[in-house]
């Protein structure tokens, strides 16, 4: 295979230092952040991934990407974690009962400390998130176990999840086929490049059956993975074509386990509840995410592309709810022409959406 952009590299970002900074969660998780500083400053930024993405996601080579947005801004010290969904990890190829409760339990807590360690304790720490990224981040914060968060943009989805109707039968037969009937421990995009005939290989060509749209077999997979649409996560024309050819690289293969807890959700009033509201390991996690809401004086944006095929309007009703117990403290961007993943993949993105986060961002510095 020869890729037009490296895997994993950190060539996107300009006139900046890059560090690896690694720290440990109390579940026994090594995990990692990235820093890019270029002087230090109060206003730190951390940006979280979705499932199946990385940091990589915001450090683009092939367009202007969110970190040096925010460093053109004056936000000098930025920093992505990579946590337990990244696929910068193996955690993904891995069979376990993980949800959104540990992340939101382990994988915050930890990042958080570890940024105060590096950039100081007084630093205002602001967080912009995405997908289920953004979901768990939510819960983090609004369970408590984050806490001294200046201000929280969060992307797609928070605290009140909504999926189309197709997704949310996906998300039940799903399961069952992959690991059931298949016996597979995970999901890849990258499957139609296994080098022999293999389960993964066949499903994928089926797949692509049904995508006619363009011939990148990982973006007909990413479609099944996630929401509903041809394609699913993005409008095609958002996208430069690299990052369009390049979908392997950037969304790793997952478990089915993140889904289920979502598919809980659903069922639950599209709230944000417990995966398993009896295990004691998640006693200090609250039943409901969003009942402590109006204790929770961190704003929030919540946004979302006007065309988001895989969490729809979930943000527009997680607004809704906490206006309706907070009125004023959270905001709402829609961004018309966009999806879901394409609002931080897209090549006009430094035009089209970062100048109404780094204005959020700006309002809520200290």
């Known amino acids: 295979m020869t890729r037009e952009i490296p895997l994993y590299t950190l060539e996107g970002v300009r006139d900046a230092d890059a560090s690896t900074h690694h720290f440990t969660t109390d579940d026994g998780l090594g995990l990692s952040l990235l820093r890019f500083c270029r002087a230090p400053c109060r206003e730190v930024v951390v940006i979280i991934h979705g499932l199946t993405t990385s940091s990589d996601m915001f450090i683009q080579p092939e367009h202007e990407n969110l970190v040096n947005c925010l460093l053109d801004a004056g936000f000098t010290d930025v920093w992505t974690l990579d946590f337990r969904m990244s696929n910068r990890h193996a955690y993904n190829l891995q069979p376990s009962d993980w949800s959104m409760d540990d992340c939101a339990l382990y994988d915050y807590p930890a990042a958080m400390a570890k940024v105060r360690e590096a950039a100081g304790e007084d630093v ?217 993943q394409d609002v931080f993949m897209g090549k006009r993105i430094h035009e089209d959406i970062f100048p109404r986060l780094q204005r959020f961002l700006m309002e809520n510095a200290g």
């Open 124 to 340: 205002n720490l602001h967080v912009i998130c995405h997908c289920l990224g953004a979901m768990s981040f939510t819960m983090a914060l609004f369970a408590g176990t984050v806490t001294g968060i200046r201000s929280c943009i969060a992307n797609s989805v928070a605290l009140t999840p909504h999926v189309p109707t197709w997704s949310r039968i996906k998300g039940h037969v799903f399961p069952f086929i992959i690991e059931r009937l298949l016996q597979q421990p995970y999901v890849s995009p990258r499957w139609s490049e296994d080098p022999r005939l293999t389960i993964g290989k066949l499903l994928s060509k089926l797949v692509s059956l049904f995508h006619r749209e363009c011939d990148v077999p990982a973006c007909h997979m990413l479609s099944l993975m996630w929401g509903t649409g041809w394609p699913a996560l993005y409008h095609h024309e958002n996208l430069d074509e690299i990052t369009h050819r390049r979908g392997a690289d950037l969304y790793g293969p997952v478990g089915l386990n993140y889904h289920k807890h979502v598919l809980k959700m659903l069922g639950e009033g599209h709230r944000t509840v417990r995966m398993k509201p009896g295990d004691p390991r998640y006693a200090e996690l609250p039943e409901d995410y969003i009942a402590a809401a109006a204790a929770i004086e961190t704003p929030c944006l919540f946004m979302t592309g006007a065309d988001n095929r895989v969490f729809t309007d979930s943000n527009i009703h997680c607004h809704q709810a906490l206006e309706a117990v907070v009125p004023g403290r959270h905001q709402l961007a829609i961004f018309e022409g966009y999806g879901h």
